[in-house]
């Protein structure tokens, strides 16, 4: 399969110097917004990350986390090798809690990688994981979905693979993310087979495992040896997979059976808190951090027992709670706060840093969506994230995938990357020539500075209607949610999937009706 990747990458290479974006279609779509000729694999942040933490709190926070480690312990549920493993590290197991030897999670963090390449079976769609490189993937596990007529259903796989290709055609997604939505209509012990499968053939971005059981999980490592190849899979990152803490301060069966796998076959897990402040953590910004960073220094480390060297992510995912009714909110203050201190302690850490997204509790996408969303996903890119899941389609305190609020949200994420330029000082960017040719008294719409650069000057929404009131009027008085709506239909209508070998599609087929020929349909 080493020789069909690749021969099938040459000819992308091809097309791409051709300039072959897909046909007519495809042109279309990129003309309206999307297509998959046109975006960026990742970007680099050149503005600065915003920091609320100094020297003396970073160590507070880190010391008392060490204080939890060591006296208070981390769970490992019904996992006897884990527990075994930490045994013989050096740790003190009393039944399934593990207590950690001051420095110990820190000293095995050190064969982790800072920075590290995913492969994506389209080369040019490989994204850097840390340093200054962002990378926004889709929301990730709704069970639900928001449709295109308004409706608010159980997700299905069609709805699974319309995500897919939005994604693949969205110019500001990197990433094809994962459980883009639970597809309700598969059984519960195979869909992961199809959804999979959906990543790797409608899509060529890279894209994120299953994790709900270990068999799921090896099941996609052994996929991506047919996509791949065996050897490139042994040597390379080509799969991500999101590890969460049961918090508090558990992590259980089924999550450390998936990460296992994946450690074990040098594929990246996302060891990531999922945390409701008040709930699940202390209502304070400062407690929560500390749990965060205890539980994070667990399971990453447990990553490095397993195979030193494998890729690990330092992820979280906090909200607060509101205390009259135990519901979810985004878009707060003490989550920012939390994103901004975890980036930090990520940072010092030497991890890779996943958190934010555009996450709201708002049941439609309307006013409360996007300034939600907004205050997230601003805070998001100021806290220095790498890998940002939930980026686009989050509805609904994560209970929906909404295919409207998917084009409303790729369209801000294009906005937060040119931000993420900072200012341009070259000396196109500096416009003397501009200042000089107009002088005192005149304008600048005609002159040679704003022909050249009148393209590519501002950021144009996809979305926004920014013209007069009597247009907007004549053209039938539009949301914005309207809008993305008919651009969502455009974008699914002009779709084409890009070329896979044929013989590496028939290989995965094969395996995927081989796997579920071997077990009967399981709902549960």
């Known amino acids: ?132 490189a962002t990378v926004f993937a889709p929301v990730y596990g709704p069970p639900f979905v928001r449709d295109l007529d308004g409706h608010r259903r159980y997700a299905t796989i069609e709805d699974f693979r319309n995500f897919v290709k939005l994604a693949y055609m969205a110019p500001s997604i990197h990433h094809s993310g994962g459980t883009v939505c639970e597809p309700v209509d598969v059984p519960v012990n195979k869909r992961h087979l199809d959804m999979v499968h959906a990543h790797m053939t409608l899509s060529d971005k ?57 450690a074990r076959n040098n594929q990246a897990t996302i060891i990531t808190p999922f945390i409701l402040a008040g709930a699940m953590s202390p209502v304070t910004v400062a407690g929560t951090l500390t749990q965060v960073l205890a539980e994070v220094l667990a399971g990453a480390a447990f990553t490095q027992l397993v195979r030193p060297g494998a890729p690990v992510l330092f992820g979280t995912f906090a909200s607060s709670i509101s205390m009259q009714s135990g519901a979810p909110t985004f878009g707060t203050p003490e989550p920012t706060l939390v994103s901004y ?16 997204g555009s996450l709201c509790a708002s049941k439609i996408p309307d006013a409360q969506a996007a300034y939600e969303s907004a205050n997230t996903l601003n805070s998001t890119m100021l806290a220095g994230t790498n890998f940002v899941l939930h980026s686009a389609g989050w ?36 416009a003397l020539d501009a200042i000089r040719e107009v002088g005192p008294g005149s304008h600048y719409l005609g002159c040679s500075h704003t022909q050249a650069n009148f393209q590519s000057a501002f950021y144009r929404s996809s979305i926004a209607d920014n013209n007069s009131y009597e247009q907007w009027q004549a053209e039938g008085e539009k949301r914005a949610e309207n809008r993305a709506n008919e651009l969502a239909r455009r974008w699914l209508e002009s779709y084409e999937a890009p070329a896979l070998d044929e013989g590496i599609a028939d290989g995965l ?9 071997s077990m009967p349909d399981a709902f549960t």
Not at 70 to 78: A, V, Y
Not at 241 to 247: E, K, T
Not at 410 to 423: E, T
Not at 509 to 517: G, H, S
């Open 509 to 517: 087929k094969d395996f995927i009706a081989r796997k579920k020929e």
């Open 206 to 262: 890279p894209f994120m495992g299953s994790v709900t059981a270990p068999e799921r999980a090896q099941d996609t490592v052994d996929m991506a040896k047919i996509l791949f190849g065996d050897k490139f899979v042994e040597e390379n990152t080509v799969v991500i997979n999101l590890i969460n803490a049961n918090s508090p301060m558990v992590f259980d069966e089924t999550m450390l059976g998936a990460a296992k796998v994946y």
């Open 341 to 356: 201190g975890a980036g930090q302690l990520a940072r010092r850490l030497g991890l890779p840093f996943r958190t934010g």
């Open 1 to 132: 399969m080493d020789d069909n990747l690749a021969a099938e990458q040459q000819a992308g290479a091809g097309r791409r110097a051709r300039g072959d974006r897909g046909g007519a279609s495809a042109r279309r779509a990129a003309r309206s917004g999307g297509g998959p000729g046109i975006q960026q694999s990742y970007f680099d942040r050149k503005i600065k990350v915003y920091e609320v933490l100094d020297e003396e709190g970073l160590a507070l926070i880190e010391g008392n986390a060490d204080l939890i480690l060591e006296e208070i312990g981390i769970e490992f549920r019904d996992d006897a090798e884990a527990l075994a493993m930490w045994r013989e590290a050096g740790a003190d197991v009393r039944g399934e809690r593990v207590h950690f030897p001051k420095g110990l999670c820190r000293s095995l963090l050190k064969s982790a990688p800072p920075v590290f390449t995913q492969h994506a079976r389209n080369p040019a769609r490989s994204v850097q994981i840390g340093g200054n």
């Open 395 to 430: 509805l609904e305190g994560g209970l929906a995938s909404c295919y409207e609020k998917f084009m409303m949200d790729i369209d801000q994420l294009g906005m937060q990357q040119k931000l993420a330029q900072g200012v341009d000082l070259s000396e196109n960017g500096q």
